[in-house]
């Protein structure tokens, strides 16, 4: 590199380096990266405390017993997981413009936080019912995916695979809340 470019480039990197230039958003891109791998992490772990679950309780061959945990988690992550609360942040911002405080209240059902909030304890408790409700959807759809997974293979459960759903994602929700509140405990100490 020649002495002009390295200039140029020691130039540029300091005047990024300025709070002025570098804005308060520049690490947005390190956060969703962080969030992707917990999202990742996560979802790995999910999959194998199901497929354990699948194996245990229901005696599902263990090679088909993870592919079916991949293959039910992988698709309420995106019917569920992804789609639902998609739905309900478009229904509630359209919501959000209606007059007066019903527009306030639309955006608190949608769990939507921004600075001066006007219902923060709404948006708070709307977030807790929307985990329950999303819980409850995870769990008749995992068993509706795993039914005509099981059937087209062929392989019988020993317990009923509604019964199931509800012990595989009722695990796997425990640890999901249980990661919230020590990831709450530790944000506020």
């Known amino acids: 590199m020649t002495n002009q470019r390295k200039t140029i480039s020691s130039f ?9 230039v570098a804005l308060a958003d ?11 791998l917990a999202f990742l992490y996560g979802s790995v772990l999910i999959i194998l405390v199901e497929w354990w679950v699948y194996c245990k309780f229901a005696g599902i061959p263990r090679k088909e017993a993870f592919w079916a945990s991949l293959h039910v988690n992988i698709g309420s992550t995106l019917v569920v997981g992804f789609g639902f609360p998609f739905l309900l942040g478009v229904i509630s911002v359209i919501g959000g413009f209606l007059p007066g405080n019903a527009g306030n209240i639309s955006l608190a059902v949608g769990t939507w936080i921004f600075e001066n909030i006007k219902y923060p304890k709404l948006t708070i408790a709307m977030t807790i019912f929307w985990l329950v409700v999303t819980f409850v959807l995870t ?9 005509v997974r099981l059937v087209k293979r062929e392989i019988e459960s020993k317990i009923d695979l509604m019964k199931l759903s509800w012990y595989a994602n009722g695990l796997t929700y425990t640890g999901l809340v249980l990661a919230f509140i020590v990831g709450w405990y530790f944000e506020i100490t």
């Not at 769990?139 to 039914?147: A, D, I, M, W």
């Open 139 to 147: 769990v008749y759809y995992e068993k509706r995916l795993l039914t």
């Open 12 to 20: 540029v990197a300091l005047m990024l380096l300025t709070p002025s």
């Open 26 to 36: 520049g690490g947005g891109p390190l956060l969703l990266i962080f969030n992707f």
